[in-house]
């Protein structure tokens, strides 16, 4: 157990929908990385949040959003969903901003029928 | 641009040694990472590589080349339970850029 945790843990739904991962850091870790995982690639980063501000951003579609709030929880939003959205999302934390371990949360599997 | 190369696949057998590359081309360069994933589940850290040389932690070590943009991950006394994918991450400055990963079976 990384420490990590995200909810929910799969979710189904229907193209054009718009849906919210959410992710909880290690204690203490206040920077907060989502990646995208589609089936037989890598890990794509998506976006990086440092202490509530956003601090470095990867292929992040522009329907994809995300902020972390206050008490260092993150959201991801999903809109305007499409079929090849269907991925493993993973939330990962750090205590800092570079040079250390990223500790990744279990994902969220997403499928998009 | 960023490149991060890996073989696809590799196999071995069960109590052999298998050392998997790693070559990379990043505009900007803080360490490397090694991360084991298993199928569905997180990634999880093997080992990072700041400074060139051979870090060994247990019965996985890993090599790092800076000049030479290349790494290694050495897995020794195989067992079944290492079947996995196996992730090497540059750390660029503020975020890891990562290969498509090996994925390596280890028949008895």
């Known amino acids: 157990d990384s420490g990590v945790t995200q909810t929910p843990k799969h979710l189904i739904t229907a193209t054009g929908q718009r849906v919210t991962l959410r992710c909880s850091p290690r204690?203490?870790?206040?920077?907060v990385y989502w990646y995208q995982q589609s089936l037989d690639q890598g890990l794509q980063f998506l976006i990086q949040?440092?202490?509530?501000?956003?601090?470095a951003k990867g292929n992040i579609l522009e329907r994809f959003s995300a902020q972390q709030f206050p008490d260092l929880h993150s959201e991801l939003n999903l809109s305007s969903l499409e079929l090849g959205d269907s991925a493993l999302y993973f939330c990962a934390s750090s205590p800092g901003l570079a040079g250390s371990e990223q500790y990744f949360g279990p994902g969220t599997r997403l499928t998009v029928t | 641009g960023q490149n991060i190369d890996q073989p696809t696949e590799m196999t071995a057998t069960e109590g052999a040694i298998v050392q998997i590359n790693c070559t990379y081309q990043?505009?900007?360069?803080?360490?490397l990472f090694w991360y084991q994933q298993h199928a569905g589940e997180a990634p999880t850290f093997l080992s990072y590589n700041v400074l060139d040389g051979l870090e060994e932690k247990g019965r996985f070590s890993s090599f790092l080349s800076r000049s030479k943009g290349y790494s290694y991950l050495l897995l020794k006394e195989l067992q079944m339970k290492d079947s996995a994918s196996y992730l090497c991450?540059?750390?660029?400055?503020?975020?890891?850029?990562f290969g498509t990963g090996t994925r390596l079976q280890v028949f008895p």
């Open positions: 949040y440092y202490n509530g501000e956003e601090r």
């Open positions: 991450a540059v750390d660029n400055t503020d975020k890891l850029i």
């Open positions: 990043t505009s900007g360069f803080n360490g």
């Open positions: 204690s203490g870790d206040l920077s």
